[in-house]
C-alpha cells in the first residue's frame, strides 16, 4: 500500500481542526458578503424614466412601452423580468442619474408564477403635439431642464414640457402627419422627427 505523503498528512490533519470547507446551505441560510452585487433595485424619485437600463441589459430583462391615451397624455410604463436578471450591473451602472437603480444582496429568487417576478412602474410622458408619438418622460425633461440650466429654454420642447407639467398650460392634440410639421409648429411639444421636420423644412433651404 502507498504510504501518504508528510504534506497529505498535514493537510488531512487541518481539515480535521477546521472543519469542512462547504456551507449547510439551503439547511442554514448562504452568508452574503456586503459587496456582493445581487438584485438590482428600482428607486423611484431618482429614476427619471429615461429608457437607458432597458437598452443595455444584455438579458432584456427591463422593458419599457409608451402607452398614448386619446386625450394627449400618457404614460411610459416599466416592466421588469426578474427571472431574466443575470445581476450582471450594467443597468446600474449606466443608469442616466447613476441612482435610479441600487444593488441589492438579494440572490435567492424563485416563485410559482412567472408573475411572482415580475415589476412595473410608471412614469407620465411627455407626448408630442404634431405626431401624437412619444418625446420622453416628463422627469427625464426635467432632468435635462436642471441639468443644463437656463440653456434648457432656448428648446422649445423643454420649456413647454415644463410648463405643461407644472400645469401652466395643457397639451395640444394635432394629429398631423409628421410630413405636415411645418415652420408654425416650432413652439410645440415635439419628438425628435417633428423637430427636426419643424426646423429642416425647405423654406429654410432644407
Ligand atoms: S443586472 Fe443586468 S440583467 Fe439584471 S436588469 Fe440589470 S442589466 Fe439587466
Ligand atoms: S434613470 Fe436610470 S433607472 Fe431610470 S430609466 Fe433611466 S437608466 Fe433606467
Redesign the pocket.
Known sequence: MKKPKIREVVEAVKALALGPYTTKFPKKPAEIMEEFRGAPE??ED?????????E?CPAKA?E?EDVINPDGTGKRV?TRFYDNCIFCGQ??D????????EYTTKWELSGFERKDLIETHE?ELAVCEGCGGSVT?FD?IT?LRNRVGYVAYSNPTILLASQQELGLIKPVRSDKETDDIDRPDFMRVLCPDCRRAAVLTEEWGA
Do not use: N, P, Q, Y
Open positions: 428600482w428607486i431618482k429614476c427619471i424614466g429615461c429608457g437607458a437600463c432597458a443595455v427591463i419599457f416599466f443597468c446600474g449606466l443608469c442616466t442619474t447613476g441612482e435610479g437603480i412614469k418622460a427625464h432632468w
